[in-house]
Protein backbone atom coordinates (compact mmCIF):
# COMPACT_ATOMS: atom_id res chain seq x y z
CA UNK A 1 0.00 0.00 0.00
CA UNK A 2 0.34 3.78 -0.81
CA UNK A 3 0.24 6.38 1.68
CA UNK A 4 -0.37 9.95 0.83
CA UNK A 5 -0.63 12.98 3.28
CA UNK A 6 -1.25 16.67 2.37
CA UNK A 7 -1.00 19.78 4.11
CA UNK A 8 -0.76 22.91 3.55
CA UNK A 9 -3.70 24.45 2.37
CA UNK A 10 -5.65 26.93 4.16
CA UNK A 11 -7.62 30.23 3.89
CA UNK A 12 -5.65 32.77 1.73
CA UNK A 13 -6.69 36.64 -0.06
CA UNK A 14 -6.62 36.78 -4.39
CA UNK A 15 -3.62 37.20 -5.50
CA UNK A 16 -1.58 35.29 -2.64
CA UNK A 17 -0.07 32.40 -2.50
CA UNK A 18 0.29 28.83 -1.01
CA UNK A 19 2.27 25.59 -1.16
CA UNK A 20 0.85 22.09 -1.07
CA UNK A 21 2.73 19.06 -0.03
CA UNK A 22 2.60 15.95 -0.18
CA UNK A 23 4.26 13.06 1.85
CA UNK A 24 4.73 9.71 0.04
CA UNK A 25 5.18 6.58 2.23
CA UNK A 26 4.95 2.19 1.94
CA UNK A 27 4.86 0.54 -1.32
CA UNK A 28 6.14 3.24 -3.38
CA UNK A 29 8.10 1.21 -5.77
CA UNK A 30 6.89 0.96 -8.68
CA UNK A 31 5.14 4.75 -8.88
CA UNK A 32 5.83 6.71 -11.63
CA UNK A 33 3.65 9.44 -11.51
CA UNK A 34 2.35 11.74 -8.98
CA UNK A 35 -0.39 14.71 -9.63
CA UNK A 36 -2.41 17.41 -8.05
CA UNK A 37 -6.45 17.30 -8.45
CA UNK A 38 -8.74 19.61 -7.06
CA UNK A 39 -12.74 19.33 -6.20
CA UNK A 40 -14.91 22.12 -5.87
CA UNK A 41 -18.42 21.70 -4.16
CA UNK A 42 -20.78 20.29 -6.21
CA UNK A 43 -18.15 19.87 -9.14
CA UNK A 44 -16.07 17.05 -10.98
CA UNK A 45 -12.37 15.99 -9.96
CA UNK A 46 -10.41 18.40 -11.99
CA UNK A 47 -6.52 17.58 -13.06
CA UNK A 48 -4.38 20.62 -11.79
CA UNK A 49 -0.86 19.36 -12.79
CA UNK A 50 1.04 15.71 -12.53
CA UNK A 51 5.16 14.95 -12.66
CA UNK A 52 7.03 11.75 -13.60
CA UNK A 53 8.95 10.80 -10.80
CA UNK A 54 12.19 9.93 -11.47
CA UNK A 55 12.47 11.93 -14.73
CA UNK A 56 10.72 15.29 -13.48
CA UNK A 57 8.93 16.12 -16.18
CA UNK A 58 5.85 18.07 -15.65
CA UNK A 59 2.35 18.51 -17.34
CA UNK A 60 -0.20 21.43 -15.71
CA UNK A 61 -3.69 22.31 -16.44
CA UNK A 62 -4.50 25.80 -18.77
CA UNK A 63 -6.86 26.84 -16.43
CA UNK A 64 -3.51 26.84 -13.46
CA UNK A 65 -0.25 26.87 -15.99
CA UNK A 66 1.73 30.38 -15.84
CA UNK A 67 0.51 30.20 -11.32
CA UNK A 68 1.19 27.15 -10.63
CA UNK A 69 4.20 24.47 -10.16
CA UNK A 70 4.61 21.17 -9.30
CA UNK A 71 7.34 19.95 -8.19
CA UNK A 72 9.22 16.81 -6.01
CA UNK A 73 12.23 16.10 -3.74
CA UNK A 74 12.74 12.76 -4.23
CA UNK A 75 15.59 12.49 -1.29
CA UNK A 76 12.19 13.16 1.10
CA UNK A 77 9.57 11.33 -0.98
CA UNK A 78 7.41 14.79 -1.06
CA UNK A 79 5.59 16.31 -3.62
CA UNK A 80 4.62 19.91 -4.14
CA UNK A 81 2.08 22.17 -5.21
CA UNK A 82 3.32 26.12 -5.63
CA UNK A 83 0.38 27.90 -5.68
CA UNK A 84 0.65 32.08 -6.87
CA UNK A 85 -1.75 34.28 -7.93
CA UNK A 86 -4.57 32.20 -6.72
CA UNK A 87 -7.99 33.40 -7.34
CA UNK A 88 -11.80 32.67 -5.97
CA UNK A 89 -11.85 30.15 -8.37
CA UNK A 90 -8.77 27.62 -7.43
CA UNK A 91 -11.08 27.69 -4.15
CA UNK A 92 -11.71 23.50 -3.58
CA UNK A 93 -10.36 20.17 -1.95
CA UNK A 94 -6.86 19.59 -3.39
CA UNK A 95 -6.03 16.11 -3.70
CA UNK A 96 -2.44 14.04 -4.16
CA UNK A 97 -2.48 11.00 -6.05
CA UNK A 98 0.48 8.37 -7.08
CA UNK A 99 -0.37 6.07 -10.49
CA UNK A 100 2.23 3.13 -11.10
CA UNK A 101 1.16 4.45 -15.31
CA UNK A 102 -1.51 5.61 -17.54
CA UNK A 103 -2.69 9.25 -18.42
CA UNK A 104 -1.38 11.88 -16.36
CA UNK A 105 -4.59 14.07 -16.93
CA UNK A 106 -7.21 11.09 -15.97
CA UNK A 107 -8.04 10.53 -11.83
CA UNK A 108 -9.35 7.15 -12.72
CA UNK A 109 -5.90 6.04 -13.77
CA UNK A 110 -4.53 7.00 -10.44
CA UNK A 111 -4.11 3.99 -8.15
CA UNK A 112 -3.51 6.09 -4.34
CA UNK A 113 -5.24 9.14 -3.51
CA UNK A 114 -4.55 11.01 -0.68
CA UNK A 115 -7.29 12.36 2.10
CA UNK A 116 -6.86 16.06 0.48
CA UNK A 117 -6.52 19.28 2.16
CA UNK A 118 -9.21 22.67 1.29
CA UNK A 119 -7.86 25.46 -0.13
CA UNK A 120 -9.92 28.42 0.21
CA UNK A 121 -9.51 32.07 -1.37
CA UNK A 122 -11.02 34.71 -0.78
CA UNK A 123 -12.57 38.10 -3.07
Given at each position: QVQLVESGGGLVQAGGS???SCAVAGRTFGINNMGWFRQAP???REFVAAIIWSGG???TADSVKGRFTISRDNAKNTVYLQMNSLKPED????????QRRGA???AREYDYWGQGTQVTVSS
Open positions: LRLGKQGTSTAAYYCAALGW
